[in-house]
């Protein structure tokens, strides 16, 4: 019930402002995605592009949906935070949808690095009452939300991947060429992770790595 409850609030309240706002370019820089695309063949590196992020997507509505929840299940502190990890789990998933596969619109470069970084950052501080000060579990104010440790449990897979986008592309394919198979799946420069990573990316080295990966040899590779 609680799952079905989280689930519910993220996919059809919250999602649909995710999934038509969270990191695409902001507006009037639209027409950038076609000069870093031009640019990139002509430039070591592909130009910024400035993105909506969590805070101006939808960190209003879920900062309510959290005091909403705490308000209402405050007396019971057990079941207020069940719901509160289940929400932050299901906001995860939605965030890595939009990260793996936001479509056209969403493909990424190392400069995209820090403000993905902040946004996961910020949901913690939102699940968590924290603004940096506090960093125990339990209450904040009289209302309850996660511990620190609790919400970034739910965060660190999706982390671990992030870790890996403050690389260029051209890093990423020399780490995955350098064993990172034999590495941990849950380690930032595992070959899944790597992969998940370039597939975010249209560059020519990502592309390529990518192509490779897909192919039978590749793949076969990639898996041991």
């Excluded at 739910?154 to 394919?173: E, G, I, K």
């Amino acid at each position: 019930c609680v799952w079905l409850l989280a689930a519910k609030v993220v996919r059809y309240d919250l999602f649909p402002s995710l999934h038509a706002q969270l990191y695409t370019p902001m507006p009037g820089t639209r027409a950038a995605l076609a000069t870093a695309r031009a640019g990139a063949a002509e430039s070591a590196g592909v130009p910024a592009i400035e993105r909506v992020g969590l805070e101006a997507a939808v960190a209003v509505e879920l900062a309510q949906v959290i005091g909403a929840v705490g308000a209402r299940l405050g007396g019971q502190p057990a079941l207020c935070t069940d719901v509160l990890a289940a929400l932050l789990a299901e906001v995860v998933s939605a965030i890595e949808s939009v990260l793996f596969d936001g479509g056209p619109r969403r493909r990424f470069s190392q400069t995209d690095h820090g403000l993905i970084s902040r946004d996961l950052e910020l949901l913690i501080e939102l699940f968590t009452g924290s603004t940096g000060q506090s960093r125990g579990g339990g209450e904040r104010g009289g209302a309850v939300r996660l511990s620190r440790a609790q919400a970034e449990m739910c965060v660190r897979p999706l982390l671990n991947v992030v870790m890996a986008t403050a690389m260029d592309s051209s890093v990423l394919v020399a780490k995955l060429q350098a064993g990172a198979a034999s590495l941990p799946a849950d380690h930032p420069c595992s070959a899944p992770n790597l992969l998940r990573v370039l597939r975010m990316r249209d560059d020519p080295d990502a592309t390529s790595a990518c192509a490779a990966a897909e192919s039978p040899s590749g793949a076969q590779s990639t898996n041991k």
